[in-house]
Structures are given as structure tokens and as C-alpha cells.
């Protein structure tokens, strides 16, 4: 079973960074994407970042394009989301999430829909 779990949120004060983690198990899928989103109470999720390396696409939603980078490890067992120059806007729940054999994914806005796992979300909590 493919098993994703987030974590490295916490609080920070604004102008800081942090750096989520999704530590991936059981994922063999040779071409994958990988999505960050998050969600705001009472929102629905929204993309944040995301990347497929069946397309070599890589998505960032505008308010957080140039403050955040999205990476993965060779292994594909851990995707990063460095977060720099945080703002109390970024406040929210961030989940990881995967999809095997992606088509044409992450070249716009993902939805939520088109990835298959997800782990837990981590809480982002940005002080003014």
C-alpha cells in the first residue's frame, strides 16, 4: 500500500521558512506527480505546488511562486516543500498528495481529485 505522511509544520513568524516533508512508502510507480496542497477552515483544499515527472511539469500557485520550491529525492521516497518569506496568509493545513502515471498534470491548477493518495495534513502557523 503507497502511504504518504507530511510533517515539518509548526509556527513561524512572518518572513521566516519552514520545510514540510512527505515521506512516501510503497510507492514503485515509475512515473508519478506529486502535489502540495493546502486548506484554509472551512475551504476547500487548494493546490499549492505540484510536479510530474511524466510531463516535467512543475505547478506554483501565483501567491506562493518565488517564495516556494518543491523537490523530491532520487529514491522518491521523500518530496520537500521549502517555504521561504512565510506570510500569515500561508496559515493553513498542508497536505501531501500522489498520483501514478499522471497525464498531462501539473502544466495548470491541479484539483484534488486527480491524485489518488494523501497522507495527513501538517499545521503552517504564520505570526504577523
Known amino acids: 500500500d503507497v502511504q504518504l505522511q507530511a510533517s515539518g509544520g509548526g509556527l513561524v513568524q512572518a518572513g521566516g521558512s519552514l520545510r514540510l516533508s512527505c515521506a512516501a512508502s510503497g510507492f514503485t510507480f515509475a512515473e508519478y506527480a506529486i502535489g502540495w496542497f493546502r486548506q484554509y477552515p472551512g475551504k476547500e483544499r487548494e493546490a499549492v505546488s505540484c510536479f510530474s515527472t511524466r510531463d516535467n511539469n512543475t505547478y506554483y500557485t501565483d501567491s506562493v511562486r518565488g517564495r516556494f520550491t518543491i523537490s523530491s529525492d532520487r529514491t522518491k521516497t521523500a518530496t520537500y516543500l521549502q517555504m521561504n518569506s512565510l506570510k500569515p496568509e500561508d496559515t493553513a493545513v498542508y497536505f501531501c498528495?500522489?498520483?501514478?502515471?499522471?497525464?498531462?498534470?501539473?502544466?495548470?491548477?491541479?484539483?484534488?481529485?486527480?491524485?489518488?493518495?494523501w497522507g495527513q495534513g501538517t499545521l503552517v502557523t504564520v505570526s504577523s
Open positions: 498528495a500522489a498520483r501514478s502515471w499522471p497525464v498531462n498534470l501539473c502544466a495548470i491548477t491541479p484539483s484534488e481529485y486527480e491524485f489518488d493518495f
